[in-house]
């Protein structure tokens, strides 16, 4: 697969109005986990501060995947202290950039003619890895939300919607030696995604999934290497992992390429 490198804690006592012996002062109990140190011994008051616990610094690690069902889109992220433009990105390619330092990034999509196709600003967790998936196919025809559904057609007359495009924002997280887990999503437009394991001589196929446009199933504890298949309007397609005992979990967006289902494989890097 094609891969572009791309309140402060304030914690206070108030003394009673009754006097109070200083030789028998006793320290209000502090409250766990908060670092607490007396400023002050009076009588009338007595005044604790806290020191402030720092917020971590914004660790935004972003992968962007291409899964829309055009041949190519232009893409742009600002942020407060980034602009990074892909005027040519294809379909079937994701990003792996190095971590943002702030979680709020404004989204630009850019048909092939130019013309703005969506302007998002999304909000990340301050430190977090996500997958950003982009599916639909610019499409006017039905709500750009989701990706067409089955027989639904723009009606005559009926005024076109935005083009078609949706953002899809999924946690990543590495996988352990108890498994993996994988996502499988459908991002074509106006078609049905069986998924299904491969029929043996002693075993029948078993269904493990019916997803409409824009649905997807996320399986756990899986093995590092599985086979299934896919079944799209009576054909089939093999998908297999193969991950040579490594333990990734892995996103797995179906979308349409010159009009025939395509799909790609996204591992999950270590954070």
Same mark, same amino acid.
């Given at each position: 697969?094609?891969?572009i490198t791309? *309140?402060s ?9 009754a006097?109070?012996? *200083?030789?028998?002062? /006793?320290?209000?109990?502090?409250t766990?986990? &908060? +670092?607490?140190?007396?400023? &002050?011994?009076?009588?009338k008051?007595?005044?604790l501060? $806290? ?5 971590? %610094?914004?660790?935004?690690r972003? %992968?962007?995947?291409?899964?829309? %069902? ?6 742009t ?9 892909y005027p040519?990105? *294809?379909?079937g390619?994701?990003t ?5 330092k702030?979680?709020?990034i404004?989204f630009?999509?850019h048909?092939r +003619?130019?013309?703005?196709?969506? +302007? ?12 950003l998936?982009?599916?639909g196919d610019l499409?006017?025809?039905?709500? #750009?939300?989701?990706p067409?559904?089955?027989?639904? !057609? =723009?009606a005559?007359?009926?005024?076109p919607?935005?083009?078609?495009l949706?953002?899809?924002i999924?946690?990543?997280?590495? $996988?352990?030696?108890e $498994?993996?887990?994988?996502r499988?999503f459908n ?8 998924l299904?394991?491969p029929?043996e001589?002693?075993k ?8 409409a #446009?824009g649905?997807s ?8 290497n599985?086979e299934?298949e896919a079944e ?7 998908v297999?992992i193969?991950?040579?005992g /490594?333990h990734?979990?892995? =996103?797995? !967006?179906f979308?349409?390429?010159?009009? /025939? *289902? ?7 890097? %270590?954070?």
């Amino acid at each position: 697969m094609a891969l572009i490198t791309l *309140p402060s804690l304030f914690i206070f006592a108030q003394a009673t109005l009754a006097p109070i012996d *200083p030789a028998s002062f /006793e320290m209000p109990p502090m409250t766990s986990g &908060a +670092d607490v140190r007396p400023m &002050a011994r009076s009588v009338k008051e007595h005044r604790l501060h $806290g020191s402030p616990t720092p917020a971590p %610094s914004p660790q935004v690690r972003i %992968s962007i995947i291409n899964a829309t %069902s055009v041949p190519s889109i232009g893409l742009t992220m600002t942020s407060t202290n980034l602009s990074v433009t892909y005027p040519d990105f *294809p379909q079937g390619i994701w990003t792996a950039d190095a971590p943002l330092k702030t979680p709020l990034i404004h989204f630009l999509v850019h048909g092939r +003619d130019g013309s703005i196709v969506a +302007d998002r600003p999304l909000v990340f967790q301050p430190v977090s890895s996500v997958f950003l998936l982009l599916t639909g196919d610019l499409s006017t025809s039905g709500p #750009p939300d989701q990706p067409p559904q089955l027989g639904l !057609p =723009l009606a005559p007359g009926a005024k076109p919607w935005p083009p078609n495009l949706q953002f899809h924002i999924y946690p990543s997280v590495t $996988g352990t030696n108890e $498994g993996c887990c994988y996502r499988v999503f459908n991002g074509m437009p106006s078609k049905l995604l069986i998924l299904k394991t491969p029929a043996e001589p002693d075993k029948p196929s078993r269904q493990l999934a019916l997803l409409a #446009p824009g649905n997807s199933a996320l399986f756990i504890h899986q093995p590092s290497n599985l086979e299934w298949e896919a079944e799209i309007e009576g054909q089939t397609y093999a998908v297999a992992i193969e991950q040579e005992g /490594e333990h990734r979990n892995c =996103l797995i !967006p179906f979308f349409l390429k010159d009009g /025939e *289902p395509e799909f790609i494989r996204v591992f999950e890097d %270590s954070p």
